[in-house]
């Protein structure tokens, strides 16, 4: 920590933070690493070979498949807009950072998350009209409202994150540069600044709220119609096929909003930084590892392009 006077501080560009990280302990640190840097490594390879088998296999050309190529390239783009950088931290144990860097880290990973949740929305939409509506499926989810519905997702994250990343580059450091994360982030960023922030906390919460009903209201709409549907069904082959087809996704909703629940519940102020830095190791790791399992290994389509895949490359490889 250090000290500058209010009038050295306004020109923000010049400002380098301080990472505290997760922990001091240079045992623990290295554990740190190495968990990270496999998850992150998990989490690029899997996510990869999702968009690949999208790409390169027919039968996975279809709407579903579409919204999840684009949620794994989400996943990806998320964990390495935070996940690389505090790796470089521990590595080097340089923990400084500049004011454009974070600020540009600030600005990718809100874009990249919010806009995992209004795709995650769209596609909740895509399995209501895939079990309600089966027959007008293609007709309804073809590839231009695709391609429309994740363009609106993108619009909808930048959108959501202008206004506060507008009052966030207005802030004043001027007299501690030590953030208490291993990323930059609004929280700690607002912590440390010496101008008023009430209004920026409160557009902050605005629009976090807003996110999180907008696109809540959406997933829970689709799946209770979704259930009013399959419980109409006659045979229970019937409703157990059409709940596998909604259960991937049904558990990386319920792992997702219920990573961000944690944020926004009020513990002491003693817990409350050890809390956020868990969650946000839970969102910006171990969540983009697992959702390419959780996808992968419940959907007989993906497996099955995986198989014809690996069997393609041993035989190129023995020729």
């Known amino acids: ?7 050295a501080m306004r020109n923000n560009t010049v400002i380098t933070f301080i990472l505290l990280g997760l922990t ?23 996510n990869l070979t999702i968009i690949s088998l999208t790409l390169v296999h027919s039968q ?3 709407a579903m498949y579409y919204f999840l190529q684009n949620f794994a390239f989400l996943e ?11 790796l470089y931290n521990i590595a080097t144990g340089d923990k400084m950072i500049t004011y454009n860097a974070c600020a540009t880290q600030v600005f990718f990973t809100d874009l990249f998350g919010i806009t995992e949740f209004f795709l995650l929305a769209a596609m909740s939409y895509d399995r ?8 007008h499926y293609v007709t309804i989810m073809n590839s231009t409202v695709c391609r429309r519905l994740v363009f609106c997702c993108w619009l909808a994250g930048l959108l959501i994150i202008i206004p506060p990343l507008s009052l966030g580059l207005n802030l004043e450091f001027c007299a501690s540069n030590t953030i208490d994360h291993f990323l930059c982030d609004a929280s700690p960023l607002i912590k440390i600044a010496c101008s008023n922030t009430w209004f ?14 907008m696109t809540l209201m959406c997933v829970v709409l689709s799946y209770i119609y979704i259930i009013k549907t399959v419980l109409k069904f006659p045979s ?10 909604c259960s991937s996704h049904m558990i990386v909703v319920s792992f997702t909003y219920g990573s961000c629940i944690f944020i926004y519940i009020k513990p002491s102020a003693k817990d409350e930084v050890a809390i956020n830095k868990g969650v946000m190791v839970l969102m910006t790791s171990i969540a983009p590892m697992l959702n390419p399992f959780i996808y992968t290994l419940r959907n007989k389509q993906v497996k099955q392009a995986f198989s014809d895949s690996i069997k393609r490359i041993i035989i190129f490889t023995k020729n």
Not at 76 to 86: L, V
Not at 236 to 245: C, I, L, N, Y
């Open 1 to 7: 920590m250090y000290q500058k006077s209010k009038s």
């Open 24 to 46: 001091d302990d240079q045992r623990l640190q290295v554990l740190v690493f190495i968990f990270l840097f496999l998850a992150y490594t998990l989490s690029v390879t899997g």
């Open 60 to 62: 996975l050309r279809t």
């Open 76 to 86: 990806i783009s998320f964990t390495s807009a935070s996940i690389p950088r505090y």
């Open 128 to 135: 209501y009209v895939a079990i309600c509506r089966p027959l």
């Open 200 to 213: 920026m906390e409160q557009t902050v919460v605005i629009c976090a709220v807003l996110t999180l009903i």
């Open 236 to 245: 229970a082959q019937q409703r157990k096929k059409a709940f596998s087809t």
